[in-house]
């Protein structure tokens, strides 16, 4: 049971005892200034220290007397053999008077407790949170946090207060003497927000500091304490600072204050102008007890403002020092990799050798970390899941557009096996086991470029394809040994992200331009608006939508090619009409309506489940759980209602022909002199987008947040990619690279991550990553038995699924790019900011202009990476190289560099 302090006050003739309940004792009361205590109507006496006793009771009795009245007797009171008659009867009546008090007492008490409103009672929460001292070398808003303080002086030097309320009133009114201040507030706001409830006078919100005690290990800094409150009505922050003419006791921990600093702040304001971001700035300079010192000698209010601005200006330079530093910005993986480079007698492929030296020793662990450890058995089985189809999809749908742009000789049969190979031999031989290698569209593109050449010029196409990837190989081995991706340490973050966003935009225009393909062929023809065109003296006879005409399918059959038309055998959204060769045209609106639902639906359903561990649904391993499954899942489900739920609706699957023979050598001997060396032109650049993917994709995945403990092999996974993709070219495969964002999820499906509070916004960070072989062995090996499954069962698969992966992907690659973030922050109030180390460390201003340089360079290679003009798109590796030398070299020029070091540096 609580314990509740009260005073007793004693008289030495009746012996009667009062009990004085604090709670209902006014300041002045407590606070030292009067030492008359009041008894009701008795005849006020000043009593001395000598006369008061300090009981502790319980709540229950409320501080009044004991009911017991034998309690009330002291040790010299109790009757003994020699007390005279007399003595005795005069005891005896002075404990009846006792007895009688003391029924009144508690008869008084019980009325007012029946009497009083529920509100006399209130319940208290308090909660201690440690909180950083403020960074005044990083955080630019500290130093402009005490320059707006000293040219709005509001200083109060000797204040003649020495209770809590008294000195809390003195220094809002002070603030109330501002007209700008006292048009938005009042005394009574005021009140309400610094403190608890007006019967109880605790302080709400504070910061005071803490110290190292050599009797308690403990204890708390009580010569100043910090106050805080928001108030809703206000616009802009104010600092009042008190100097306390002697010291006061301001309650618990608060014992001898002589500075206070009150904080007023509005409810909704940016989260580094906060009550608690500015009481940081206050607290960490008063922390110093030699500054408080001088702060005490201080005369005037120039004086005073004169040492807080020198004490600013010293924490700038002590918190910038090395040894000294808070928060710190860490190399990236390129610079630790120059690091660890030193010198040697002849560098030729000593990069190489560096990386074997650093991984095989891991060799081993990189299969065993696939099977023991805590969820290590969960998270492989559903990060193999979410690789197999991760890849095995866009592999159907870039089959699907090789097949297009090559006529054939490229399909989805190829790509699965290129697929295949290339990420099992990686899986196995890699350096860095967690990247993914993959065809990408920028691929595809090439393979279109070269495939335009040859008819242009009428050159085989197996054989300058396969001259292209050898050229290709030849350049990538030479960046090898020559240590060029030393290069990359120009690449800095900034670099990643923007090409990383270029590639999302690509898996989303991707999706879009097949909606809009099929939309205009299905939904918004010529037959679905009732106007048809014909040979027939009716060429423009109008057919109302709801005829009931109806046509026959047709399944044509050549060869082992199997195609299925896009007819809907219902009558009610179908329109015929003869046209001039004698065809027939369709409106399947149904088709598009369902290929929007099912694309949509799979990026929903993703998405959720994605998400589910931020919902309270389940308990936390199921939400984990359906997180980790949330692409298959996603797919699966999807790919039912299509093809089961919706069989009605016939949509086109994708083409497919059997093969007789796979491995069909190029004949690299019917190519002129002239086509190898042009060969060696597109060699060359398509070396330079191997060169930056693979790195970008490097760096990504070896990001310092990630917290990866096996080390990098930039240039041994540049070596292994550049021999699987000559053995590819032979062969006339789809070239493989490390792929974005398939390479940084595939990391994060492998993590334990945990979620950070910082307030109010929730972070995810990266706790352990299991670095492991076993997930691209076995997803590979499970695409390699897909090609079983052509066509059936994977062409249930709709196309719509296919393109709501990439959007998916898409979406999901957004989590955790700055760039991104920094966007939205044009549309974001300022009050909902996170509290990132950037926006802490930098201007706004400074993080718009950096952000809208950032997306200049996106849109001109958007320009040029989604150009119509296909030799255009040759030039985009090009500039992806020179994102580096524009970093260095014109980007500075806008910015200091200890900006620039926040912005686009990796935070520790």
């Known amino acids: 049971m609580p314990l509740q302090r009260v005073k007793m006050k004693m008289r030495p003739k009746k012996r009667v005892r009062f009990a004085i309940d604090l709670d209902d004792m006014s300041d002045a009361e407590t606070s030292g200034d009067d030492p008359t205590w009041h008894s009701g109507n008795h005849?006020?006496?000043?009593?001395?220290?000598?006369?008061?006793?300090?009981?502790?009771?319980?709540?229950?009795?409320?501080?009044?007397?004991?009911?017991?009245?034998?309690?009330?007797?002291?040790?010299?009171?109790?009757?003994?053999?020699?007390?005279?008659?007399?003595?005795?009867?005069?005891?005896?009546?002075?404990?009846?008077?006792?007895?009688?008090?003391?029924?009144?007492?508690?008869?008084?008490?019980?009325?007012?407790?029946?009497?009083?409103?529920?509100?006399?009672?209130?319940?208290?929460?308090?909660?201690?949170?440690?909180?950083?001292?403020?960074?005044?070398?990083?955080?630019?808003?500290?130093?402009?946090?005490?320059?707006?303080?000293?040219?709005?002086?509001?200083?109060?030097?000797?204040?003649?207060?020495?209770?809590?309320?008294?000195?809390?009133?003195?220094?809002?009114?002070?603030?109330?003497?501002?007209?700008?201040?006292?048009?938005?507030?009042?005394?009574?706001?005021?009140?309400?927000?610094?403190?608890?409830?007006?019967?109880?006078?605790?302080?709400?919100?504070?910061?005071?500091?803490?110290?190292?005690?050599?009797?308690?290990?403990?204890?708390?800094?009580?010569?100043?304490?910090?106050?805080?409150?928001?108030?809703?009505?206000?616009?802009?922050?104010?600092?009042?600072?008190?100097?306390?003419?002697?010291?006061?006791?301001?309650?618990?921990?608060?014992?001898?204050?002589?500075?206070?600093?009150?904080?007023?702040?509005?409810?909704?304001?940016?989260?580094?102008?906060?009550?608690?971001?500015?009481?940081?700035?206050?607290?960490?300079?008063?922390?110093?007890?030699?500054?408080?010192?001088?702060?005490?000698?201080?005369?005037?209010?120039?004086?005073?403002?004169?040492?807080?601005?020198?004490?600013?200006?010293?924490?700038?330079?002590?918190?910038?020092?090395?040894?000294?530093?808070?928060?710190?910005?860490?190399?990236?993986?390129?610079e630790q990799e120059e690091q660890e480079g030193g010198k040697a007698r002849c560098p030729l492929g000593q990069g190489l050798i560096r990386d074997l030296k650093r991984r095989l020793p891991h060799y081993v662990s990189d299969f065993r970390d696939g099977f023991v450890g805590n969820k290590t058995i969960h998270k492989v089985t559903s990060t193999t899941f979410f690789l197999y189809f991760a890849c095995v999809l866009p592999n159907i749908a870039f089959g699907m557009l090789n097949d297009n742009n090559t006529a054939g000789v490229i399909d989805v049969q190829k790509v699965l096996f290129s697929q295949c190979v290339g990420g099992l031999l990686f899986a196995v031989f890699g350096g860095q086991p967690l990247i993914v290698l993959l065809t990408t569209a920028p691929l595809a593109l090439y393979t279109k470029i070269i495939y335009s050449i040859c008819e242009d010029f009428d050159l085989n196409f197996n054989a300058m394809f396969a001259c292209t990837g050898l050229w290709n190989a030849f350049f990538l081995l030479i960046f090898v040994f020559f240590n060029t991706s030393k290069l990359m340490k120009y690449s800095s973050r900034s670099t990643e992200e923007v090409f990383s966003l270029f590639i999302t935009f690509a898996f989303s225009a991707d999706a879009i331009k097949d909606t809009?393909?099929?939309?205009?062929?299905?939904?918004?023809?010529?037959?679905?608006?009732?106007?048809?065109?014909?040979?027939?003296?009716?060429?423009?006879?109008?057919?109302?939508?709801?005829?009931?005409?109806?046509?026959?399918?047709?399944?044509?059959?050549?060869?082992?090619?199997?195609?299925?038309?896009?007819?809907?055998?219902?009558?009610?959204?179908?329109?015929?009409?003869?046209?001039?060769?004698?065809?027939?045209?369709?409106?399947?609106?149904?088709?598009?309506?369902?290929?929007?639902?099912?694309?949509?639906?799979?990026?929903?359903l993703g998405i959720t489940l994605f998400n589910f561990t931020k919902t309270p649904f389940l308990n936390a391993g199921k939400r984990e759980m359906l997180a980790d499954y949330a692409l298959p899942v996603a797919v699966l489900v999807m790919s039912f209602f299509g093809s089961y739920v919706f069989r009605e609706v016939h949509m086109k699957p994708f083409k497919y022909k059997a093969r007789e023979q796979m491995f069909e050598l190029a004949p690299l001997h019917l190519l002129p002199v002239g086509a190898v060396f042009a060969a060696a032109g597109l060699g060359f650049s398509l070396s330079l987008l191997f060169f930056m993917d693979q790195n970008i994709s490097s760096a990504l995945v070896n990001a310092p947040s990630n917290k990866l403990k096996k080390g990098a092999a930039y240039h041994w996974d540049l070596f292994v990619v550049a021999v699987i993709n000559a053995f590819l070219s032979i062969f006339t495969m789809p070239w493989v690279h490390a792929a974005l964002p398939h390479s940084p999820l595939h990391v994060r499906a492998l993590a334990d991550l945990e979620d950070r509070v910082d307030q109010g916004h929730v972070h995810q960070i990266v706790v352990h990553v299991r670095e492991t072989r076993v997930t691209g062995i076995i997803s590979h090996v499970m695409i390699g038995l897909s090609m079983l499954m052509l066509p059936y069962p994977l062409a249930y698969i709709p196309r719509p699924v296919l393109d709501g992966l990439f959007i998916y992907v898409a979406i999901t690659a957004l989590y955790g790019n700055q760039l991104f973030d920094r966007i939205l922050l044009f549309f974001t109030e300022q009050s909902a900011y996170p509290p990132n180390h950037y926006i802490r460390r930098v201007p706004q201003r400074k993080i718009h202009l950096f952000t809208t340089l950032q997306l200049i360079q996106l849109v001109v290679l958007c320009v040029f990476g989604f150009s119509p003009i296909p030799y255009m798109k040759m030039v985009f590796p090009v500039l992806i190289m020179l994102l580096m030398p524009i970093r260095h070299k014109i980007i500075p020029n806008f910015f200091e560099p200890k900006y620039l070091k926040a912005l686009d540096g990796h935070a520790h």
């Open 43 to 334: 005849e006020e006496e000043a009593v001395g220290p000598e006369d008061v006793q300090l009981l502790e009771v319980p709540n229950g009795s409320h501080g009044g007397p004991s009911g017991n009245s034998s309690s009330l007797l002291t040790s010299s009171e109790s009757s003994s053999p020699s007390t005279p008659p007399g003595l005795l009867k005069g005891i005896l009546k002075n404990r009846l008077e006792t007895v009688e008090s003391n029924d009144l007492y508690r008869q008084e008490r019980r009325r007012r407790h029946s009497s009083a409103d529920e509100d006399d009672f209130a319940l208290l929460h308090g909660r201690f949170e440690k909180v950083p001292l403020k960074d005044f070398h990083a955080e630019i808003r500290a130093f402009k946090d005490v320059e707006d303080f000293l040219s709005r002086t509001l200083l109060m030097l000797d204040l003649q207060k020495t209770g809590l309320t008294q000195i809390i009133e003195a220094m809002v009114q002070k603030l109330l003497e501002k007209k700008e201040v006292s048009a938005q507030t009042s005394l009574e706001e005021a009140r309400h927000a610094i403190f608890t409830q007006d019967s109880v006078h605790t302080l709400s919100k504070t910061i005071q500091g803490t110290m190292t005690s050599e009797v308690s290990g403990f204890d708390f800094d009580q010569n100043w304490i910090c106050v805080m409150c928001d108030i809703p009505t206000v616009t802009k922050r104010h600092v009042v600072i008190a100097r306390l003419h002697s010291p006061a006791n301001l309650g618990s921990n608060s014992h001898e204050v002589q500075f206070v600093i009150l904080v007023m702040a509005p409810v909704r304001e940016k989260s580094t102008k906060s009550s608690l971001e500015t009481a940081r700035t206050f607290a960490t300079l008063f922390l110093d007890i030699d500054f408080r010192h001088q702060l005490l000698l201080a005369e005037s209010e120039y004086e005073f403002k004169q040492l807080l601005h020198t004490r600013t200006k010293l924490l700038i330079e002590e918190q910038g020092l090395p040894e000294n530093r808070k928060s710190h910005l860490v190399l990236s993986a390129f």
């Open 516 to 604: 809009i393909k099929d939309f205009n062929k299905n939904y918004n023809t010529d037959v679905c608006h009732g106007v048809t065109h014909s040979n027939s003296t009716n060429q423009n006879a109008s057919f109302p939508t709801n005829s009931s005409l109806t046509t026959v399918s047709a399944m044509t059959t050549a060869s082992t090619v199997t195609t299925v038309s896009m007819v809907n055998v219902t009558n009610s959204s179908m329109l015929a009409a003869p046209s001039g060769g004698g065809g027939i045209e369709e409106c399947l609106r149904e088709n598009s309506i369902l290929f929007l639902l099912l694309m949509l639906g799979t990026v929903w």
